[in-house]
């Protein structure tokens, strides 16, 4: 079956740097679009980031353009996420998100998610 | 400021209808095929209707959706308290190049 694992996560000061993977399982990974998508505490989805297959396309959200990089390894079925500068407002669990093949590329919906992983800005 | 507006709450009383909009624009909605997710309180969102009225195998029938111009509704007939959830309407903007979400609405089951 369709697992997708986030690891990284926990507390990490202001300024710092933080490194999420997410790993899967039960599919073939290279053939699926992939997506970073957060959640503040008490607050709505925000997307993140969109991977190609391949990984050579690349798409942020403007809110975090400039400060993230994401990732994909196809011959270990993972992804990464790499955010610098962390601020309070970066407090979040963050998903990986696999679109499904039923639309096209970046345009298709999110047909798994992985189980999310907290990480919090803090001193 | 979500770029796709939805109702922050909509309530039922069990066995009624409810209704949550999803209003967006012509670089959204308007051209791109819209989804849902329902997120249970402590868990990851789950797709709940795809390609605008598309219900996934698992999604019971009493859940259905909608697309009109720039807008999408997704209806739950026959409201159950399980049904109690966060809803999110999501779909790919070509201006911004990005996906974007609606700030989900609250489903409370009276």
């Known amino acids: 079956q369709v697992q997708l694992v986030e690891s990284g996560g926990g507390q990490v000061e202001p300024g710092g740097s933080l490194r999420l993977s997410c790993s899967a399982s039960?599919?073939?990974?290279?053939?699926?679009?992939f997506n970073w998508v957060r959640q503040a505490p008490g607050k709505g989805l925000e997307w993140l980031s969109c991977i190609s297959t391949s990984g050579m396309t690349v798409y942020y959200a403007d809110s975090v353009e400039g400060r993230l990089t994401v990732a994909r390894d196809n011959d270990h079925d993972s992804l990464s996420l790499e955010m610098n500068n962390l601020r309070a407002e970066d407090t979040a669990v963050y998903y990986c998100?696999?679109?499904?093949?039923?639309?096209?590329?970046?345009?298709?919906?999110?047909?798994?998610w992985g189980q999310g992983i907290l990480v919090t800005v803090s001193s | 400021q979500s770029v796709l507006t939805q109702p922050p709450s909509v309530s039922a009383a069990p066995g009624q209808q409810v209704s949550i909009s999803c209003s967006g624009s012509s670089s959204n909605i308007g051209k791109n095929y819209v989804s849902w997710y329902q997120q249970l309180p402590g868990t990851a969102p789950k797709i709940f209707i795809y390609h605008n009225d598309r219900r996934p195998s698992g999604v019971p029938d009493r859940f259905s959706g909608s697309r009109s111009g720039t807008s999408a509704t997704l209806a739950i007939t026959g409201v159950q308290a399980g049904d109690e959830a966060d809803y999110y309407c999501?779909?790919?903007?070509?201006?911004?190049?990005?996906?974007?979400f609606g700030g989900g609405t609250k489903l409370t089951v009276l």
């Open positions: 998100a696999r679109k499904s093949r039923l639309g096209l590329g970046e345009l298709s919906h999110f047909d798994y």
């Open positions: 999501g779909a790919w903007d070509n201006s911004l190049s990005a996906w974007v």
């Open positions: 039960g599919f073939t990974f290279s053939d699926y679009y």
